[in-house]
Every structure is written in structure tokens, then in C-alpha cells.
């Protein structure tokens, strides 16, 4: 399987610069803090799910992906810490959520899909209409 050709992969990476642009603005203070911690978690995203598909067994996929999905809802609680502390507007943040969301429906649906297939190499995604 080739995780480049995934959706929820492609997702996951425009998330991360969905991340990298809104943090820009956040108080110079904060580099070494939470503009760190959130773009260490969204970078977390893409890259388990390309270590998951890289993986032999299935059972260490699964667990790749679920760290994925664990670092979405590490994320999202990031995304609203950074609003309450003001340095994220409202507007930001809700963009910010629908990307994530995104990512989280195309990442379940592709552990419920890995976990219930035989072979998941066979795994061949029509690519999303509008």
C-alpha cells in the first residue's frame, strides 16, 4: 500500500500546514511552548499513518493509527487551549476544527476498513468527489 495515495494522508499534511500558518501569529514567547507542542502533535498525524503502512502486521498498523488518531484529539484540545489564551480567533480556530474533523471521519473510516480487510495491502480508495 502506498500511504502517499491515501486521502486521510493528504488530508493529515494539509492540516499540518493549516497548523504552521496559524501558529505564525501566536505571541513569540510561546515558540518554545504551545506553537512547539501543537506542531509536534499535527506532524504526529501524517507520520504515524505512513509508519503504519509501512508496517508487516496488521496489528502494528493498527496501533500507528491509532496513535494518529490520539494526536487529532491531543490536537483539537490544543486548538481550544490557544483560543481561550487569545491567541487564536475564533475564525482560526473553527477552520482549523473542520480540517481536523476531516481527517478524523477519513481516519476511522480507514482503521474500521483496515481492520475488518483480510488483506489491507489490497486497500485502493476511489478518490473523494465533490
Not at 480507514?110 to 495491502?121: K, L
Amino acid at each position: 500500500m502506498n500511504y502517499v495515495n491515501l486521502d486521510v494522508w493528504k488530508e493529515a499534511r494539509n492540516l499540518v500546514t493549516n497548523i504552521y500558518t496559524i501558529t505564525n501569529s501566536f505571541p513569540k514567547e510561546e515558540q518554545f511552548g504551545l506553537i512547539s507542542q501543537i506542531r509536534r502533535c499535527a506532524v504526529s498525524i501524517p507520520s504515524n499513518i505512513a509508519e503504519g503502512c509501512g508496517r508487516y502486521h496488521k496489528k502494528d498498523s493498527i496501533h500507528f493509527f491509532f496513535i494518529a488518531r490520539g494526536s487529532l484529539y491531543e490536537l483539537e484540545t490544543q486548538l481550544y487551549l490557544s483560543f481561550d489564551l487569545h491567541f487564536l480567533p475564533k475564525t482560526h480556530l473553527q477552520d482549523s476544527l473542520q480540517k481536523l474533523e476531516t481527517v478524523r471521519k477519513l481516519l476511522n473510516g480507514f482503521i474500521r476498513y483496515y481492520n475488518g480487510n483480510p488483506d489491507p495491502a489490497t486497500y485502493n480508495p476511489q478518490p473523494a468527489t465533490q
